[in-house]
């Protein structure tokens, strides 16, 4: 049967676009080499013309992809004009196993005519379909949902020069900086010059000007920037703003984290940084938690990392010290602290929880499900949730009357939503933050559906409500930016340095959990509250020091919103 003549056919069109866009272009450094090169909407082709067999192919996902640029060259007298791809794949490392993504650019001369202006109509033709089709072929994960940064995307990017060994500029225009050309990102670079400054610039800022905040630093600089859009009296909308990290400072624990839900292989130092300035090209913006922290001086902060009291906020505050010797300082820091172990005495309780089951896909009739989790927690295997308490001064570890009832999956009581609509707000406050409906007074007694833990000696306590306290210690396998809880660790008295020290090193590769430690506890919360009774001890949020005393927290779902893939 004959092909209808109104239908080309593709292998026989140049330079133009017919199901894919298709063309022949030489070499940019030799005339002689030519190559085909076709763009889908997943991918680009690219084959070396030969007349020896064996071609070569390289076909390159547009989800690696960040950018493309058309340009005339250097020489006026050439007729040619250029187009680059620029592409960042997962390849093989050098000098170690696995895969990393590594920097990969495609050049390409057009010189189809005699004429320079024609030439380069084409070659910016090709430019913009590959940046169109790439836009479209962002990494997204299943199940969550994404909305992107407006493009051209106008960025203030935020750089602490002192944070972790002090090369966080150098870092960001060895590695970033061109890959923001690249990708054609307008920003504007701001170095702080004091502590706050961040929270007072982004309090001050038009915000209209900015289409996404970076930060270039530890997580102590993003602490600053959530908070300075907290204390703003629009802030439903500021903290609307799409937030960045770029790993500069030691812990870098909101980057590994970020790098961590894009399910990219594990990644640090400067690896982790390109990872995350790759995502940051891509603009995708998905939903924050963040924890509104209430202090013993009725200060408020909000936090989007963890709250930690006892052994992990000494090694933060105390391995300081050793900031000029990068991330290792944190293992420094635990090495010393091991060797005059502290216990402190406090009182800890929590709002447990309650996860919702997943009906089997067709499932529509049941309504009523026990309240056991279809995917149960990590922590139902450690056996100190099992085990009677050996203390002969203590009773049983939980109250756990609270979680045993079964709820109905249609119709959740308030306890077990997790919203991501607006939040209620207080009026009588000046700048009308989010209420915090869970949490009494610190003056009163938590309600009867909260669980009071019997212990009051501990090792460390610690609220974390990302995957990564650092980034070579992966806390919570299973956590996610936007799951709406808090995981509540502590660790009680009794614990040997050796078994202390087998639990952050198991952590390195998340396997902490199934060291069937008995003074490790996990659980997951919406509330808790942490009264120290030891006249000393520090307390960190985001791994800053806050004033020593009672405190108390409350998770808000998607309250603010991150860019990550």
Known sequence: MEKDASEPDPSRQRNGFVGVLYGEFTDMLNDRVRYSVSLTESALTIQKISSSPGRTKMVLNLTDCVGCRAYRGPDSADVGAYFTAYFYPFKRRWMSAGVARQRLEQCFRVALVQDPLANLQEAERWAHAIRDASVMQAPRREGVVYTEVRRPCRVMILVNPHSGRGQALQLFTGHVQGMLTEAAVPYTLIITEHQNHARELVKKADLSQWDALVIMSGDGLLFEVINGLMDREDWQEAIQTPLGILPGGSGNALAASVHHYSQSPPAWNEELLLSCGFMLCKGLVGSLDLVSIHLASRQRVFSFLSLAWGFVADVDIESEKYRHVGAIRFLMGT???????????????????????????????????????????????????????????????????????????????????????????????????????????????????????????????????????????????????????????????????????????????????????PHLVYEKVKALRLEPISPQGMITVDGEMVEYGPVQAQIHPGLARLIYG
């Open 335 to 517: 090495l010393v602290r091991l060797a005059s172990l502290r216990v402190y005495q406090g009182r800890l309780a929590y709002l447990p929880f309650k996860e919702v089951p997943k009906l089997p896909k067709g499932n529509i009739k049941t309504t009523q499900l026990p309240s056991t989790p279809q995917h149960p927690s990590l922590c139902s295997s450690l056996p100190c949730r099992l085990i009677p308490n050996t203390s002969p001064n203590q009773n049983s570890r939980h109250n756990c009357n609270s979680t045993n009832s079964n709820y109905n999956t249609i119709t959740n009581s308030s306890n077990n939503a997790i919203t991501t609509k607006r939040p209620e707000t207080q009026n009588d406050d000046k700048t009308r933050a989010p209420v915090d409906s869970l949490l009494p007074g610190l003056d009163q007694p938590v309600p009867e559906s909260w669980t009071v833990v019997k212990e009051e000696d501990f090792v460390l306590v610690l609220a974390i409500y990302q995957s990564h306290l650092a980034e070579d210690l992966w806390t919570v396998p299973d956590a996610m930016a936007d799951d709406g809880m808090i995981h509540l660790f502590y660790v009680t008295a009794g614990i040997s340095r050796p078994a202390l020290l087998r639990l952050f090193l198991a952590m390195e590769k998340g396997a902490h959990l199934a060291c069937g430690c």
